[in-house]
């Protein structure tokens, strides 16, 4: 199966139609408060997809980190990057989490964005939030069982196919259907034998393997160790217009990956909240991530070369024109 991975302005408008939703986590959402020097706060508007690793944006916002910078951040959630693209381009968020292959696409096809800052550091190769998952008594216990097997995405433009694929194909399997489905969605889909298969993250995979699913690999870690997987985006317009801004952002998600290298309990305790996981659940999530705050510009180029080598894509960008730098 070859799934085009085509992302356009309109169909990712489209997308966000259906799938994004608001939440008011991060503050008011109107107005401007008042910053650590007595001025006025930028107010900017965050796209994120819910996950275990947004621990370390949410610490950022707990302890003050974008207030030191002269921003209030907003929360808006989204089931994936597509919909994050189409508010981005839309004005209606200023950053958004974005994944490497959506990022590389949306440049592709004339949407300009640029990664602003990590989301928790680099891939980790000794841990992993994601895995490729069977489901219980599905008979599958390794890759070369998902011959003719259908394996649920987030999106079908998404680093966990490209990983997926990748790890299938090199095992011998064929006919794999691809098809997407929302993470929270996966631990039932599994369950109920909707789907032979999953590429899940935390918490959610932690859901999957409490009824029985099994771990047949880790995409991300095991292809792209200590690379670049997603980021925290803005549209190119943006950022020219608001250097300030896109710096104070890069600066407090910067400050706030390094802290939670060194205080990893207390970035778990805030999923807490925005999760609504037990403080039990959030301790026991894994934030897949070496800590270290800075864009792989090399590790997008070696997505983006896969990417070209399955056929999803027929040309190519300049991987170090996706990443911003004041």
């Not at 600066?251 to 996981?277: F, N, P, Q």
């Amino acid at each position: 199966m070859r799934t085009g991975f085509k992302v356009t302005a309109a169909a990712a408008a489209m997308a966000m139609l259906a799938a994004c939703g608001s939440s008011d986590e991060g503050g008011s959402g109107g107005g401007s408060a008042a910053g650590a020097d007595g001025g006025e706060l930028t107010p900017v508007t965050v796209n994120i997809v819910p996950f275990s690793p947004n621990a370390v944006l949410f610490l950022a916002m707990e302890k003050g980190m974008f207030e030191e910078q002269g921003l209030e951040v907003n929360l808006v959630e989204a089931a994936s990057p597509i919909p994050v693209v189409a508010s981005l381009v839309a004005g209606q968020a200023q950053f958004g989490f974005v994944t490497t292959p959506v990022l590389i696409n949306s440049n592709r096809e004339g949407t300009p964005l640029q990664c602003v800052a990590p989301i928790d550091g680099q891939v980790s190769p000794e841990r992993d939030a994601s895995a490729l998952v069977a489901a219980k008594d599905s008979g599958i216990d390794s890759l070369e069982d998902l011959s003719d097997k259908t394996v649920a995405v987030v999106q079908l433009a998404s680093i966990n196919l490209i990983g997926a694929r990748k790890l299938i194909e090199d095992a011998g399997a064929t006919g794999t259907e691809f098809i997407a489905m929302p993470f929270p969605q996966m631990p039932q889909a599994l369950a109920d034998g909707r789907v032979d298969a999953a590429v899940i993250t935390s918490p959610y995979v932690e859901q999957a393997l409490d009824a029985g699913a099994v771990e047949l690999a880790h995409p991300s870690s095991d292809l792209f160790p200590e690379g670049t997987i997603y980021c925290y985006a803005a549209s190119n317009s943006y950022i020219e217009e608001n250097p300030e801004v896109a710096e104070g952002f890069q600066a407090a998600m910067e400050e706030a990956i390094t802290y939670a290298g060194e205080h990893e309990d207390e970035a778990k305790a805030t999923l807490v909240e925005h999760l609504d996981l037990t403080e039990e659940q959030a301790q026991a999530q894994v934030i897949p991530t070496n800590y270290v705050p800075e864009i792989n510009v090399d590790s997008i180029g070696e997505i983006q070369d896969l990417m070209l080598e399955q056929g999803s894509i027929d040309d190519t960008v300049d991987p170090a024109d996706l990443v911003w730098q004041p």
